[in-house]
């Protein structure tokens, strides 16, 4: 089974209050009607929307999250999921008997989505919005030799390029 893993600030939408980008909820309905599971992942330290909060905002478009992992540690502390270390998609690989090298990951940050993807060998997305552009203009260096697979515009670029590697 495929499956694809969203950071959620800078590619879903932004924070304070959340806010989904325009055209996600129409990019995450032509996930699910390829039926691919749609997971979301994000660091503690980043303001966390509830879960239903943000399925609430997708209900009207008949859009699907299928679930959501978060860290709960500080970046600080030693465990093994603050992104990018690979612990929550370890977890949802585990929860839903997943091949994460058949899987994607698109984020906005190259120093902690892309090289979470990077260390499960899954395919590397990288949008510009939220920090994206910062994040290859400016942050390259963060994230040394890892290289995103596409780099897409929106979420929406992104979910069209996936559809096109079935």
Not at 75 to 90: S, T
Not at 155 to 165: G, H, K, R, S
């Amino acid at each position: 089974m495929k499956a694809v893993f969203m950071d959620l600030f800078g590619t879903l939408g932004e924070a304070n209050p959340f806010r989904l980008y325009h055209g996600v909820p129409r990019a995450l309905k032509k996930l699910n009607e390829a039926n691919m599971k749609v997971f979301l992942f994000s660091n503690h330290e980043q303001f966390i929307p509830s879960f239903g909060e943000i399925t609430g905002q997708l209900e009207n478009y008949n859009a699907r999250l299928d679930d959501f992992y978060h860290c709960s540690h500080l970046p600080n502390e030693d465990c093994h999921c603050h992104k990018p270390k690979p612990g929550l998609l370890h977890q949802a690989a585990k929860d839903y008997r997943l091949d994460l090298k058949k899987c994607f990951v698109i984020g906005d940050t190259g120093n902690a989505d892309m090289l979470a993807a990077h260390a499960v060998r899954a395919k590397k997305i990288l949008v510009l919005t939220g920090n994206g552009k910062r994040s290859i203009r400016h942050f390259r260096y963060t994230w040394g030799e890892v290289k995103p697979d596409f780099v897409a515009r929106d979420l929406n670029e992104a979910v069209n390029w996936i559809l096109l590697q079935r």
